[in-house]
Structures are given as structure tokens and as C-alpha cells.
């Protein structure tokens, strides 16, 4: 496996002197402008799809197959990577449209591709089994290191897709940048949100129950803090308040002040997990406030609005689901496979939000007005992703799912989580799926490692070799 790695490692060398030896002209931007008033050429078309389809297609993809040790981990994370470095070429070999050398997106190519480059050196580190001497004392920081920085590149490579196309438009300068913070922050974890949901819906009960926790205590104590923070930053403390700020500050504290009492709701008279309407009401009522934010521009109040709308109609569903499609228990059979359309109705509009509030800034709805295109086909394109996205996210836990070996059933159903949370036992656990063990190098065909125990945190490998066969 070393052998095959060699290519790859060379294919990455020639990418990294470009991090610091190509400087993007910007003899035709204007002053006070982020970019300049020409074109996008081709070049730079190619670079944003490459890279899309790189970062945010192949990656994830290679993830999945890692975790189930399929023997197409490896040539698919290998042409994902070569994907990234054809890309990352194009970004600085394009002409037409130009952009200031101090664009967030220029500045954070660099420590991802890095962050990548030691990825595979860790991958090939790790592949190579050295465990004697020195090497047996740090190989389990190399393989802690490779799991962590695994985990991080899809967060880090959302991030930079959403740098990129603020960049290449030239939004979110000056006096837009709070708006454009916030936006893009409360879009993007609406979509987590919704990530993290279908993740417990399909493959995380078991984790759950093992918890001892209901559901609505892990939410409501992330509502609770999050409305901690929005309390003390929506306003900037010694100016003047204005509408905004009331409206961002109350929200944050009827956020903390609902989390609280969704957490102490999650326990039952005798301290057993049981479930409750709070973050279904907290985001009903979040939807109903953002709704009625002052905008400007027709477009904008009319983006805003069917926000608001998805939004509510995500808390109303999933307070109907709670109480009464499963009628406070985890789930609607003792397997776990099994799962009510219903369900999916509030986890796919959290994905939807996620999006119209992040194409609902001043300057977004700004360049759309001036495009022609009215409200409606914008709001259209906005669900159109949402689907996308979801789409993605259920094909990626499906892959899992048949490729996966079955968890052998727990003691789950003995009475110690109560009335509201028997009968229903997964057939996957959570902790299967979750980033840990993500292309895993070391645990190939059922053998243990000399000096790894059961609980140590699996490595992501992006060029690891995966056992040859996969269980179903």
C-alpha cells in the first residue's frame, strides 16, 4: 500500500510552492471595490465545478467508503485528491474577473491544502505499520491527529465553497460583513441541524439510548447556549439600540430561557429521559420572528417570509412528530429500520431554511433584483439545493447502510429508560457512523493492533487500504 501511495504523494508536491508563488493581478479593480467588473472566464468556471465536485462529491463519498472498508476507498479518495489538485492549479491560472490579494478565500486555500497534504503523510505513516521502537509511542498521536484533522476538512470545506462564492461575487465588504456573518452562520447551522437529525433518524437511536438522555436534552442545551451568546453579541453594547438589536437580543434570551426548560422537561418525575415540545416550539417561534424583520427590497420581504414560513412549519412538524406520530417514544419499531414519512417533513425543512437564510443577505437580494428574476424562481432554486443537499446526505447514510456489518443487538429494552423510551431497538449504532473510524487503517479484517484499545479514536485515512471484502 505504500508502494501505491508513492504517486499520490508526488502528484502533491508540485501544488504546494503555488500556495505562495502566484499573486492574482488587480490592475483593473476600482477603488473601494473587491473585485473587478470583468468577466468570469472559463478557466475559473472549470476551477469552482472541479473543486465542488472534489471537496464536496468525492470526499464525503471516499468517507463513507472508509468507514465500511470498502475496497474503493482508497481510488476514490486518490481521484479526489487528484480532482483537488487540478483544481487548485486552475484557481490561480484563470484571467477575466480580478480579486484582491486579501480575499478570505485566496487566504484560506492555503492552510486546507495543507491541512490535506498532511492528511496523506499521516495516511502513509500510518499504512506503513511502523510500531516498533519510537514509532510504537506515536503512532497513536499520528492516528489521533489523522482522525481529527478528518473530521475537520468537511466542515472546513463548506466553509471554503461559502468563502468562494462571496469572493468571487465580491460581497460581504465593509458594512455587510455582520450581516453576512450572521446569515451564512445561522444558514449553515440550520443545515447541521438538519445533518444531524437525519443521522439520528436513521442510524442513531441506539447511541441515544445509551446516553440515558431523551433527544430534546442534547437540543435544548444547545438552544440554551446558543441563545446565551446571541444575548450578549446581537447588540454592540454603548451604542444606540435600534429595531435589530431588540429583536436579535429578546431572541436570544427567549432562546436560553426555552433551552433551559427543554432540558429540565427531558427527565421524567423519576428522573428517567422523556421527550418535549420545546425545540420544535423554539424554532417556530425563531421562524415567526425572522419573518418579520423590516427588509427593504419586495424580493428581500418575500425571501424573508417564506423563510419565516419554513421555518415554523419545521417546529409545528416536529412538534407534531414528537407527540404524536411517535407519541413520546424514540422511534416507530423495535428494529429501528423502520421510519414514518412524516419524519423526514421537519429534518428536510431545517435544510431548506438553512438555505433561504443564507441567499437572503442585502447584497444577495440586491444582485437578484437587478437580474430580473422575480421571488418565487429564487426561492424555487434555494429548495432545489435544499434537495440536492438532502439527497446527498440520505445516498451517503444509505451507502453506509448496506455496506456496513450489523451491530449486534444491546441490552436496550430492559426497563432502565422508562415508560416513554422502550420497545424500539436500533439496528445501528450512531458511534458506527459518526466520523470515528472513517477510513481506518488498522483494523482491517477484524485484527487488533498491538497497543490499541477498543475505545481509541479511529483514524480517518485519506489513502489508507480498507479490507478486501465488505460485510453485509
Given at each position: ?302 425571501t424573508h417570509k417564506m423563510f419565516g414560513y419554513t421555518l415554523m412549519a419545521a417546529g409545528l412538524t416536529r412538534m407534531i412528530e414528537v407527540s404524536f406520530v411517535l407519541r413520546d417514544r424514540p422511534g416507530v419499531s423495535e428494529d429501528g429500520r423502520q ?134
Amino acid at each position: 500500500m505504500a508502494s501505491s501511495s508513492l504517486p499520490l504523494f508526488l502528484l502533491v508536491l508540485p501544488a504546494i510552492p503555488m500556495a505562495s508563488a502566484h499573486d492574482h493581478s488587480s490592475t483593473h479593480i476600482e477603488d473601494g471595490e473587491a473585485i473587478s467588473v470583468d468577466p468570469i472566464d472559463a478557466t475559473l468556471w472549470v476551477h469552482i465545478f472541479v473543486q465542488m465536485f472534489a471537496w464536496g462529491v468525492i470526499f464525503p463519498l471516499g468517507m463513507v467508503l472508509g468507514i465500511v472498508k470498502s475496497r474503493w476507498h482508497v481510488p476514490v479518495q486518490v481521484a479526489g485528491t487528484a480532482l483537488a489538485i487540478l483544481g487548485y492549479a486552475l484557481g490561480h491560472m484563470h484571467g477575466g474577473r480580478e480579486f484582491r490579494h486579501n480575499n478570505v478565500h485566496s487566504k484560506f486555500a492555503s492552510p486546507i491544502s495543507l491541512l490535506l497534504f498532511a492528511q496523506i503523510l499521516m495516511g502513509i505513516y500510518l499504512k506503513l505499520h511502523l510500531e516498533k521502537g519510537i514509532n510504537g509511542k506515536i503512532r497513536r498521536f499520528v492516528k489521533m491527529g489523522h482522525g481529527i484533522v478528518g473530521k475537520a476538512l468537511p466542515v472546513l470545506a463548506w466553509t471554503q465553497m461559502l468563502f468562494g462564492g462571496i469572493t468571487v461575487l465580491g460581497f460581504c465588504q465593509g458594512d455587510h460583513l455582520g450581516q453576512c456573518l450572521a446569515h451564512f452562520i445561522m444558514g449553515s447551522a440550520f443545515i447541521a441541524y438538519g445533518i444531524l437529525l437525519t443521522l439520528l433518524l436513521l442510524v442513531g437511536q441506539l447511541w441515544l439510548r445509551r446516553t440515558g438522555r431523551s433527544q430534546e436534552f442534547f437540543d435544548s442545551a444547545i438552544i440554551a447556549a446558543w441563545g446565551m451568546v446571541n444575548t450578549f453579541t446581537e447588540h454592540r453594547w454603548g451604542t444606540a439600540w435600534v429595531k435589530n438589536d431588540w429583536q436579535h437580543t429578546t431572541m436570544g434570551i427567549v432562546w436560553w430561557a426555552a433551552g433551559l426548560t427543554g432540558v429540565w422537561l427531558s427527565k421524567d418525575r423519576d428522573g428517567r429521559p422523556q421527550r418535549n415540545f420545546i425545540p420544535g416550539f423554539v424554532i417556530l417561534i425563531t421562524g415567526w420572528a425572522m419573518s418579520a424583520h423590516p427588509q427593504e427590497l419586495m424580493i428581500s420581504a418575500e425571501t424573508h417570509k417564506m423563510f419565516g414560513y419554513t421555518l415554523m412549519a419545521a417546529g409545528l412538524t416536529r412538534m407534531i412528530e414528537v407527540s404524536f406520530v411517535l407519541r413520546d417514544r424514540p422511534g416507530v419499531s423495535e428494529d429501528g429500520r423502520q421510519t414514518s414519512s412524516f419524519q423526514y417533513v421537519p429534518v428536510f425543512l431545517l435544510y431548506a431554511s438553512g438555505f433561504l437564510f443564507m441567499g437572503a443577505t442585502e447584497e444577495q437580494m440586491a444582485f437578484v433584483a437587478s437580474s430580473g428574476m422575480d421571488h418565487v424562481a429564487y426561492i424555487l432554486i434555494l429548495y432545489s439545493l435544499a434537495f440536492l443537499l438532502f439527497l446527498f446526505v440520505n445516498a451517503l447514510i444509505s451507502v453506509y447502510d448496506r455496506n456496513a456489518p450489523d451491530a449486534p443487538p444491546k441490552d436496550v429494552a430492559n426497563g432502565r429508560l422508562g415508560p416513554h423510551m422502550n420497545g424500539n431497538v436500533p439496528v445501528r449504532d450512531a458511534q458506527e457512523f459518526e466520523l470515528e473510524g472513517l477510513m481506518s487503517e488498522d483494523e482491517e479484517d477484524g485484527v487488533r493492533r498491538p497497543g490499541e484499545d477498543d475505545d481509541g479514536l479511529n483514524s480517518l485515512s485519506t489513502v489508507g487500504k480498507n479490507s478486501e471484502g465488505i460485510a453485509h
